[in-house]
């Protein structure tokens, strides 16, 4: 079983492409939001090295009002 983590000022979009990406993405776990952009990259490099993990590269545009940075965690059964 593998697994991932990854940053998100959007969740909803990061897990409805992640869906598309991954075969049965299951065990979300969500964080808390962080203060700033760096405080969840800096979660992001610290479960990966803790997990054993690789990250979720994403390309979703910050230009929102009021972004809210998460931290979140899912396994699944490797790339589509």
Sequence with gaps: M????GITPDFETSKWE????????????????FPTKKEAQDWE??????????NVKQDISTNLIRVEWRGFYFEHDGPR
Excluded: D, Q, S, Y
């Design 2 to 5: 593998a697994g991932r983590v």
């Design 45 to 54: 490099k610290r479960k990966m090295e803790e997990l054993g993990v690789k």
């Design 18 to 33: 992640i869906e598309r990406e991954f075969k049965n993405p299951r065990n979300w776990k969500l964080t808390h939001p």
